[in-house]
């Protein structure tokens, strides 16, 4: 399905958005990747909503890319005798492992984990960090606390831990559980909860052994001080702002989120920015005017994707959240401005034969009247390398993997063909002259520029570049074979 923007939106799945007719009007709206959001629904539930959205992608002929959201270690207090408790400013509080109900003076946090890494000083969060505490003294099973910020504390709030690494897996025994049903499934991509570092993620690869890629939410501050390793480690990145915004100074966030775009363009690693890009629109079919300069912002930066999380899964307007952000995007890569930051930010990367080929290519279709960059790849590395470029016209990705054509679906203008196994150039030079033509990219009279490598259906080979014709006459007459 040819889209008429780069930037590709996510939506995520639940009972605002669980029927067939909802889910193809929302890929037919601008939704290029659903997102199933294991925190919510049983595995019966997630495997029914896959099964729709296959056939949404075999109804209309276009590779839709599948995100399962993991969960991650839940860390919540326990609860109180009374439900909830005031917190004022100035008091005293503690958390420990006693299991008893909780009363104005201590709750029960049932983390062992959490006392072994904390120290005098630390910050503990509770609720969103709308409770900040700070601890006076701890040992291996307690930790007195002083009220910094007051509120209101209930059963099983969330606590955050922003000042220590913790000595917790980001996969749970749910989250194993989770990660080996929907990669059975056949999902193409896994966001990983709760990321400290690369070991994090090398874990969720081994368990997932290539049959999905990984992709790392950065949410936490030691993520952020351990970006380099993490985004080697990955094979592309969430800015969770939502999760950031708590354990860190909200101020801090903005500045964060553009560096860790960047990094990651540099990296040929697709990026998504999350979180509240259009809350209002849970509630209200028009957003606000600061939700739409976020979106556009985070176009602006070069992200390669912008996510809905509750407007589109249980929200009131989803298909209206998806067509506003489709609508912002095309107004944003419209604007001349837009091509111009893109551009002054891109820097020559790598030094292989495949980094000067996909460089090339861009650098013709800026200086000639090509339509269209078509990229034959096995494991879609040329593909991410051609979407790094930005390049001022569509990307077409060539594979006749289907799952590579389905992960593509998450990378910047990457228009994703499943195509059959090639064994001769001219006959991909064919092929990707068909793909422009009946994508609507290209005509008969136009030109594209075609890559590929030789020997074919070999994954890193990409070594040919090649301005062809889209008429196969002239393709036939004038290729060697």
Same mark, same amino acid.
């Given at each position: 399905?040819?889209?008429?923007?780069?930037?590709?939106?996510?939506?995520?799945?639940?009972?605002?958005?669980?029927?067939?007719?909802?889910?193809?009007?929302?890929?037919?709206?601008?939704?290029?990747?659903?997102?199933?959001?294991?925190?919510?629904?049983?595995?019966?539930?997630?495997?029914?909503?896959?099964?729709?959205?296959?056939?949404?992608?075999?109804?209309?002929?276009?590779?839709?890319?599948?995100?399962?959201?993991?969960?991650?270690?839940?860390?919540?207090?326990?609860?109180?005798?009374?439900?909830?408790?005031?917190?004022?400013?100035?008091?005293?509080?503690?958390?420990?492992?006693?299991?008893?109900?909780?009363?104005?003076?201590?709750?029960?946090?049932?983390?062992?984990?959490?006392?072994?890494?904390?120290?005098?000083?630390?910050?503990?969060?509770?609720?969103?960090?709308?409770?900040?505490?700070?601890?006076?003294?701890?040992?291996?099973?307690?930790?007195?606390?002083?009220?910094?910020?007051?509120?209101?504390?209930?059963?099983?709030?969330?606590?955050? $831990?922003?000042? #220590?690494?913790?000595?917790?897996?980001? =996969?749970?025994? !749910?989250? /194993? *559980?989770?990660?080996?049903? @929907?990669?059975?499934?056949?999902?193409?991509?896994?966001?990983?909860?709760?990321?400290?570092?690369?070991?994090?993620?090398?874990?969720?690869?081994?368990?997932?052994?290539?049959?999905?890629?990984?992709?790392?939410?950065?949410?936490?501050?030691?993520?952020?001080?351990?970006?380099?390793?993490?985004?080697?480690?990955?094979?592309?990145?969430?800015?969770?702002?939502?999760?950031?915004?708590?354990?860190?100074? $909200?101020?801090? #966030?903005?500045?964060?989120?553009?560096? =860790?775009?960047? !990094?990651? /363009? *540099?990296?040929?690693?697709? @990026?998504?920015?999350?979180?509240?890009?259009?809350?209002?629109?849970?509630?209200?079919?028009?957003?606000?005017?600061?939700?739409?300069?976020?979106?556009?912002?985070?176009?602006?930066?070069?992200?390669?994707?912008?996510?809905?999380?509750?407007?589109?899964?249980?929200?009131?307007?989803?298909?209206?959240?998806?067509?506003?952000?489709?609508?912002?995007?095309?107004?944003?890569?419209?604007?001349?401005?837009?091509?111009?930051? #893109?551009?002054?930010?891109?820097?020559?990367?790598?030094?292989?034969?495949?980094?000067?080929?996909?460089?090339?290519?861009?650098?013709?279709?800026?200086?000639?009247?090509?339509?269209?960059?078509?990229?034959?790849?096995?494991?879609?590395?040329?593909?991410?390398?051609?979407?790094?470029?930005?390049?001022?016209?569509?990307?077409?990705?060539?594979?006749?993997?289907?799952?590579?054509?389905?992960?593509?679906?998450?990378?910047?203008?990457?228009?994703?063909?499943?195509?059959?196994?090639?064994?001769?150039?001219?006959?991909?030079?064919?092929?990707?002259?068909?793909?422009?033509?009946?994508?609507?990219?290209?005509?008969?009279?136009?030109?594209?520029?075609?890559?590929?490598?030789?020997?074919?259906?070999?994954?890193?080979?990409?070594?040919?570049?090649?301005?062809?014709?889209?008429?196969?006459?002239?393709?036939?007459?004038?290729?060697?074979?």
């Amino acid at each position: 399905m040819k889209r008429q923007r780069n930037v590709k939106i996510v939506a995520t799945l639940g009972p605002a958005s669980e029927t067939y007719e909802t889910i193809r009007a929302l890929h037919e709206a601008g939704a290029d990747v659903f997102r199933l959001n294991m925190s919510h629904g049983s595995h019966p539930e997630i495997a029914e909503k896959h099964k729709i959205i296959r056939q949404v992608e075999q109804d209309l002929d276009s590779p839709i890319a599948i995100l399962a959201d993991l969960q991650g270690p839940k860390l919540r207090v326990g609860v109180f005798a009374n439900g909830s408790e005031d917190l004022v400013e100035g008091a005293s509080f503690r958390l420990d492992l006693d299991e008893a109900e909780g009363d104005l003076t201590r709750v029960c946090l049932p983390h062992p984990e959490i006392f072994q890494a904390l120290k005098a000083g630390a910050s503990l969060l509770v609720n969103d960090g709308k409770i900040r505490l700070k601890v006076e003294d701890c040992g291996e099973n307690f930790a007195n606390c002083t009220v910094i910020i007051g509120g209101t504390i209930s059963n099983r709030k969330g606590v955050n $831990v922003p000042d #220590v690494l913790l000595p917790l897996a980001a =996969l749970s025994e !749910k989250d /194993r *559980a989770d990660l080996e049903f @929907v990669c059975d499934l056949g999902v193409d991509w896994l966001a990983l909860s709760f990321v400290q570092r690369a070991k994090d993620v090398f874990e969720a690869k081994d368990l997932a052994d290539g049959r999905a890629s990984v992709l790392s939410k950065i949410e936490k501050p030691q993520a952020v001080e351990q970006f380099e390793e993490i985004l080697d480690a990955s094979d592309g990145i969430m800015v969770a702002r939502g999760d950031l915004g708590v354990e860190l100074p $909200v101020a801090a #966030v903005p500045p964060i989120q553009k560096r =860790l775009v960047r !990094k990651c /363009r *540099a990296a040929a690693k697709p @990026v998504i920015v999350a979180t509240q890009m259009l809350e209002s629109m849970i509630e209200s079919p028009v957003p606000t005017r600061a939700e739409v300069s976020d979106v556009a912002t985070a176009i602006y930066e070069g992200t390669d994707a912008i996510m809905l999380s509750a407007e589109s899964a249980a929200g009131s307007y989803p298909i209206e959240a998806v067509t506003t952000m489709d609508n912002v995007a095309k107004e944003v890569e419209a604007d001349p401005t837009y091509t111009q930051i #893109v551009e002054s930010s891109r820097k020559a990367r790598g030094d292989t034969v495949a980094d000067a080929i996909v460089a090339a290519a861009r650098e013709i279709a800026e200086k000639t009247e090509i339509k269209a960059i078509c990229c034959f790849t096995q494991s879609g590395t040329t593909a991410l390398l051609t979407a790094r470029e930005r390049p001022r016209v569509p990307i077409i990705a060539l594979t006749p993997r289907s799952s590579t054509a389905r992960r593509l679906a998450l990378s910047w203008g990457c228009n994703c063909v499943v195509t059959k196994d090639q064994d001769r150039f001219k006959g991909a030079v064919v092929n990707a002259a068909r793909a422009a033509r009946s994508g609507g990219f290209a005509t008969v009279t136009d030109q594209i520029a075609v890559t590929a490598g030789v020997p074919f259906n070999v994954p890193g080979t990409t070594n040919i570049l090649r301005v062809a014709p889209c008429d196969e006459r002239l393709i036939y007459s004038t290729d060697p074979e």
